[in-house]
């Protein structure tokens, strides 16, 4: 069962520009404020991940990313939506630039998911954005399955950790390119 309460105190933590840790599809992840700087690179120095390799960012519903799809065809688009939510991850282009550079890293497209876990979609409704996702886990190590893994790789520098399970996949989301179809990562 959800707690609302833990919820919403971690939205609010994401919005005043905090890093949180909270249960994904597979592994515990860490997620921010996508265009809030600091908060991007604080979270990327956890991690000890440059910023050119980029991140995902994974959103509640369609209508969060919706700006994203407008560069796709109908074709695309269609396969795209079709596939959410779940742990389907699509690189989308971004010509507008309505993302960061500190999110997007090297690259034009940025990486997005629509999740089907519960506590994603309520973190990121109630925070009302989609959220920076990343395993955690300091660069080369084991992404965290468990809290107590979130809490020895972290200790007390994360601002929040969000209560909830992980969800029933043993593996990182697919990620496919939205122009080719190419699959990225599988």
Known sequence: MLNHWNIHQAARIVREGGVIAYPT???????????NEAAVMRLLALKRRP????L??????VDQIEPLLYGLTSTQRAAVIDSWPGP????LPDEENLIPAWVKGKFSSVAVRVSAHPVVKRL?????MPLVST??????STP??????????????????VQGALGDSSRPSLIRDALTQ?????
């Open 25 to 35: 599809e597979a592994v515990w992840g860490l997620g921010c404020d996508p265009w």
């Open 51 to 54: 910023v050119e390799k980029g």
């Open 56 to 61: 995902i960012l994974v959103a509640s519903d």
């Open 88 to 91: 389907n991850t699509w690189l």
């Open 124 to 128: 990121c409704a109630a925070a009302k």
């Open 135 to 140: 395993s955690a886990n300091p660069a080369g």
């Open 144 to 161: 965290a399955r468990t809290k107590l893994r979130v809490s020895a790789y972290f200790g007390s520098n994360l601002d929040f950790r």
């Open 182 to 186: 190419t699959v990225i990562r599988d």
